[in-house]
Each structure stands twice: as C-alpha cells, then as structure tokens.
C-alpha cells in the first residue's frame, strides 16, 4: 500500500500561481507513472497532468501550456506547477500513482480554488 499525501492548495485569484506537491511513502522511481487528477462538484475526477517514469509528461488540453509536472525521485514526491489560474481550474486535485502490475493508489486531494 503506497501512502500519497497532498499539500499546496489553497484560495488564488485569477491569474495567480500555486504549486502542489504529492509526497509518496515509498520510492517512485519504480512506478509506471504519477499524475494528478482534478474533480469539481457534479463532475467526474478526469486527468490533469501525467509524468511516467522516464519522464514523458502528457496534459488535458483544458491546462498546456499553463501547468507543469515534474518529479524529484530523490524527494519521492511528484510536483503540479500551475500558472495563469482560472475560476475553471477550481476543484479538488488528487495525487495517482501506478504500479506496472496494474495497481493504483489514491491521495486523500487537496483544495484549490480560483477566484475571479
């Protein structure tokens, strides 16, 4: 069981930045890939970004451009640079990582909310 936690949300104005960061409790260096997920009231939880393992990236067109994932396999945490914030992008992001045996774990999600 890979334990996922979640920090760096929180209320930004339009325009503003925040940076989120997932912690895993163990190496992630051996995961097929980590990624955040996004999901606002009433809707699904879709992908936002997604880093694999030998660092190939892949976005919702909905954030290129504007947010950015990276991974410090040293610090075994997984970082969502968001730029350019829009009242769309509020909702809860979700940290995911996956192991090649199939296997997926959660984060328990952290808040961002954007304000026009």
């Known amino acids: 069981q890979v334990q996922l936690v979640e920090s760096g949300g929180g209320l930004v104005q339009a325009g503003g930045s925040l940076r989120l960061s997932c912690a895993a409790s163990?190496?992630?260096?051996?995961?097929?890939?980590m990624g955040w997920y996004r999901q606002a009231p009433g809707r699904q939880r879709d992908l936002v970004a997604q880093?694999?393992?030998?660092?190939?990236?892949n976005y919702a067109d909905s954030v290129k451009g504007r947010f950015t994932i990276s991974r410090d396999n040293a610090k075994n945490t997984v970082y969502l640079q968001m730029d350019s914030l829009k009242p769309e992008d509020t909702a809860v992001y979700y940290c995911n990582v996956e192991r090649y045996s199939g296997s997926r774990y959660w984060g328990q999600g952290t808040q961002v909310t954007v304000s026009s």
């Open positions: 880093i694999t393992k030998y660092g190939g990236t």
């Open positions: 163990e190496s992630i260096s051996s995961f097929k890939a």
